[in-house]
């Protein structure tokens, strides 16, 4: 394993060096993905002197194995399934259908808490930097992106501490640019890159978006 992260705000600052040329850009903005991302991209949006918001994105976990995904939920109805996780576990519709009503409603939460009555930032035409504190399958990432797609932005960055290498290699076939600090070939859990991964709070998110 290459060095690890002190915590999410030094993650997210050595990730700003490399958005540099993103700087002081009335055309950019930083959407995180909570709850992790919100601290990573709040050091990127500080250093860039850019906007910020969250995309707000729900993990389909896998029924008793939840850190494992079998796709993601995000706004605008958007449903992406990991299918070969589907298929080699044999979960059913019903299985399916629970997790998904039961993510809407966190999703709904987390919507109403975050942002309250704000909308969301309009996207269209803006160079869009997406933001998590890692990626482990990518269906989160992949959620958000089917969501950021459908707005028209200008340009699509995804940037990450730490991702697979292979991950990373199928996002620039889909995105404009990918910036990842650390791509280990075998990937295990987002914590492991480092020291300090204790949980992002909704009061946290709150007061780093200002509400």
């Known amino acids: 394993m290459s060095k690890k992260f002190s915590n ?29 991302g919100v601290p990573v991209a709040f050091e990127v949006a500080k250093l860039l002197n850019a906007a910020m918001d969250v995309c707000i994105v729900r993990k389909l976990g896998v029924p008793r194995h939840k850190e494992l995904a079998m796709g993601a939920i995000a706004s605008e109805n958007i449903i992406v399934f990991n299918q070969d996780v589907i298929d080699s576990l044999g979960i059913d519709q019903e299985q399916i ?3 998904v009503n039961q993510e809407l409603q966190e999703l709904r939460r987390r919507n109403q ?6 909308p969301a930032i309009n996207v269209k035409n803006k160079i869009v930097i997406l933001i998590d ?10 959620a958000a992106l089917t969501v950021i ?33 650390q791509s280990p070939e075998i990937m295990s859990a987002i914590g ?9 709070t909704d009061n946290e998110v709150r007061a780093l978006l200002g509400n």
């Open 133 to 142: 504190d890692g990626i482990a399958t990518g269906a989160t990432m992949r």
């Open 149 to 181: 797609q459908q707005q028209q932005p200008a340009k699509i960055v995804v940037a990450v501490p730490v991702a697979p290498l292979n991950t990373c290699e199928e996002l620039r076939l889909e995105v404009d640019d990918v910036v990842c600090l």
């Open 113 to 118: 808490t975050y942002r309250g009555n704000k």
């Open 8 to 36: 999410r705000i030094q993650a997210g600052q050595m990730l700003a060096q490399h958005l540099q040329a993103y700087s002081n850009r009335e055309d950019v903005l930083v959407l995180a993905l909570p709850r992790g």
């Open 97 to 99: 259908t629970a997790v």
């Open 192 to 200: 492991l890159w480092y020291d300090d991964f204790s949980q992002t």
